[in-house]
């Protein structure tokens, strides 16, 4: 099983990101997927949920309204949306099922906010 995240970058506050996670050896359409993340020194935090068939997504407050989850199962792909980036959105972004199964935490992409 391999969960790959990418596209994150640095970018200034009040900017916009598209994060991507594309998975092998997963059944991605039969699961629940999550985006986490991760600031070093604090635990790893829980950001957005979508549902196996993409219908419902949830959010963490500290980024609703500002933070859109969606996925391709046809691609394998599920995608984080984040525009109005504040500097505390700076972490290392994961994608796992949603719950997170240890197993198949795999490299996160870092996300940088700063001016």
Do not use: H
Not at 15 to 29: D, H, T
Not at 33 to 45: A, H, N, T
Not at 66 to 74: E, K, L, P, V
């Amino acid at each position: 099983v391999q969960l790959q995240a990418s596209g994150g970058g640095l970018v200034q506050p009040g900017g916009s990101l598209r994060l991507s996670c594309s998975a092998s050896g997963f059944s991605l359409s039969i699961n629940a997927m999550g985006w986490y993340r991760l600031v070093p020194g604090k635990q790893r935090e829980w950001v957005a949920t979508v549902r196996s068939d993409g219908t419902t997504t949830s959010y963490a407050d500290s980024v609703k309204g500002r933070f859109t989850i969606s996925r391709n199962n046809a691609e394998k792909t599920v995608y984080l949306q984040m525009n109005s980036l504040k500097p505390e959105d700076t972490a290392v972004y994961y994608c796992n099922s949603a719950p997170a199964s240890r197993y198949y935490w795999g490299q996160g992409t870092l996300v940088t906010v700063s001016s």
